[in-house]
């Protein structure tokens, strides 16, 4: 068991006594506590620990995300979750790791393997701490942004995205070409440390 009280603060629509956040609503060591609401609005949700002190809590990973799919579903794509995220290994509150899915570098080493010509799903979250922003910019490719997910439009078509901590949106693309696609932080400093990846695109390209 911990030794520190923890709590379970949703994003989404729920009662005050669902919140997780306000006074009185933290679970102490060994206590347990029930979180019940209706999963809605349909969309990309963050759900994170909101007791104090909250930078840390955070930043040490307790937080995750959780989709909410609208009735009927969204059409057929690869799917994969992506979590900005970062790391103070010298607790001076300044980050000297950046990745997305907790590990620098990652998919760098082993690239995120996709289809030409089939539709590509991004589900993006910002959980970053210590920076006031984060971003996802991919090379070679254009992205249909869909902010927060909560809605069946796109808000617009572009290459570069900026997200504030607890901002998420779905990406959707296709690959039109074979190759490898790089895909990273626009600012150089996060890519330097450990933010950047590769999809890597197989298959005859669509004409």
């Known amino acids: 068991l911990g030794t520190h009280p923890h709590s379970i603060h949703f994003h989404g629509w729920h009662p005050p ?43 040490k990973g307790l937080y995750g995300t959780f989709i909410v799919d609208p009735r009927g579903s969204r059409p057929a794509a690869d799917e994969l979750v992506m979590v900005m995220n ?12 950046y990745a997305v899915n907790t590990v620098a570098n990652a998919y760098m080493h082993d690239p995120i393997r996709v289809t030409v010509g089939r539709p590509v799903r991004i589900y993006l979250v910002n959980v970053t701490e210590f920076d006031p922003i984060n971003s996802f910019h991919l090379h070679g490719m254009f992205f249909d942004v869909f902010r927060t ?49 590769l999809f890597r695109a197989e298959g005859a390209a669509t004409t």
């Open 86 to 97: 970062a790391f103070d290994t010298t607790f001076d509150a300044e980050n000297e790791v």
């Open 149 to 197: 997910g909560t809605s069946l439009q796109p808000s617009e078509r572009t290459d570069t995205l900026m997200l504030c901590q607890g901002e998420r949106a779905i990406l959707e693309t296709t690959f039109r070409y074979p190759g490898d696609f790089m895909f990273h932080a626009h600012q150089s400093e996060f890519a330097e440390l450990g933010w950047m990846g």
């Open 17 to 59: 006594s669902m919140d997780g956040a306000l006074a009185g609503q933290e679970v102490p060591p060994g206590g347990t506590f029930v979180y019940e609401f209706d999963a809605d609005p349909f969309g990309l949700h963050l759900y994170h620990c909101h007791t104090v002190p909250l930078k840390r809590h955070i930043h």
